[in-house]
């Protein structure tokens, strides 16, 4: 039985081999030193080179003489004493038996991990930016941010061309800047051709006179 291997990648080549082991909680690593493979490595190559030259079942032949130079014993005696080397920079928490890194998934005050014992300071901290972000939420949607527009189009939205603001219907000019609104229908006054009284838009008779305009 090897314990600590649920958890890593193995980068063994023909020239050696070393294993990148993983936290079982944030998946930070630690990398083994590099254990050259000194044993059959020579005669194992050269028989893969041989085989290079004999066509494609020299090929597969190959394949397999690499392959028996990666594997092996070695690489399995390899593989504990990485195993031995990689425990001694992880915890195994002693509730869920996973295995995590001290530096940012371990309580070291509650002996476990963070899984299984959260940091209190860590912990509140989450939850009051939780809480934050649904009152946030909650508020934003209490506002109504839609009461100004006309869903029917009758008024189309204007906004004036220098500084953007808002322009009711028909405003001649923007109550920020002054600048005219462009899109504003200036009404042409009408009088009265009899008594010179002022005239509503459309009105066809004075009220003054009742003369026909």
């Known amino acids: 039985m090897i314990q600590f291997v649920a958890n890593y990648d193995d980068l063994s080549t023909d020239k050696g081999f070393q294993f990148k082991f993983h936290c079982d909680r944030c998946r930070n690593g630690y990398m083994s030193r590099f254990q050259p493979n000194a044993i059959g490595i020579a005669g194992s190559l050269l028989n893969a080179a041989g085989s290079f030259f ?5 090929a597969e032949s190959a394949a397999y003489h690499i392959q028996r130079a990666v594997g092996g014993k070695a690489h399995d005696s390899a593989l504990e004493s990485a195993v031995v080397e990689g425990k001694q920079h992880f915890k195994q928490c002693t509730r869920c038996g996973h ?6 998934c371990w309580n070291a005050n509650a002996g476990l991990c963070e899984d299984c014992a959260p940091d209190e300071q860590e912990e509140l901290r989450a939850q009051q930016s939780l ?3 649904e009152q946030i939420r909650t508020k934003t949607r ?3 941010y839609t009461k100004d527009l006309d869903f029917l189009n009758r008024d189309p939205l204007v906004q004036c061309p220098n500084c953007q603001t808002k322009l009711a219907a028909g405003q001649k000019f ?6 005219a609104n462009p899109t504003a229908q200036v009404a042409q006054e009408r009088f009265c051709t009899g008594c010179g009284a002022a005239l509503k838009p459309g009105q066809k008779f004075c009220a003054e006179c009742g003369t026909k305009n």
């Not at 004999?54 to 020299?58: A, E």
């Not at 295995?99 to 940012?104: E, K, N, R």
């Not at 923007?174 to 600048?179: K, L, S």
Request: one cysteine or more; a negative charge.
């Open 54 to 58: 004999s066509g494609l079942s020299g």
């Open 99 to 104: 295995w995590v890194c001290p530096d940012v």
């Open 131 to 133: 809480a934050a972000r």
């Open 142 to 144: 209490e506002q109504d």
């Open 174 to 179: 923007c109550p920020n800047c002054g600048t």
